[in-house]
């Protein structure tokens, strides 16, 4: 089982950068593909980005390409989605989940944390 809370959410200017944290429970964190996704207002869960369990390859929806970097600190059990020139359309709760690496669809999430990009 693995636990994953998130935070680093807030409000935030457009233009403006956030950076959020995962963090894990259990010794298997390096295992798992981690991922992060968002849900706006009205709107259905959405793939963000996603890295492999050693980091060194990632994928990013392609609405935030360029402005969104996601990364991962094993050694701490942490992944982080740095958030950048960052858009109205930005807003949304923002869920960790890691994944089998062999498999697209995420094992486990986290609770979310609101993201708020004011105009």
């Known amino acids: 089982q693995v636990q994953l809370v998130e935070s680093g959410g807030g409000l935030v200017q457009a233009g403006g950068s956030l950076r959020l944290s995962c963090a894990a429970s259990?010794?298997?964190?390096?295992?798992?593909?981690m991922a992060w996704y968002c849900q706006g207002p009205g709107k259905e869960r959405e793939f963000v980005a996603r890295?492999?369990?050693?980091?060194?390859?990632?994928r990013y929806a392609d609405s935030v390409k360029g402005r969104f970097t996601i990364s991962r600190d094993n050694a701490k059990n942490t992944v982080y989605l740095r958030m950048n020139s960052m858009k109205p359309e930005d807003t949304a709760v923002y869920y960790c989940a890691s994944s089998d690496p062999l498999v697209s669809t995420p094992s486990y999430w986290g609770q979310g944390t609101q993201v708020t990009v004011s105009s």
């Open positions: 259990g010794p298997t964190f390096s295992r798992y593909a």
């Open positions: 890295i492999s369990t050693s980091g060194i390859n990632t």
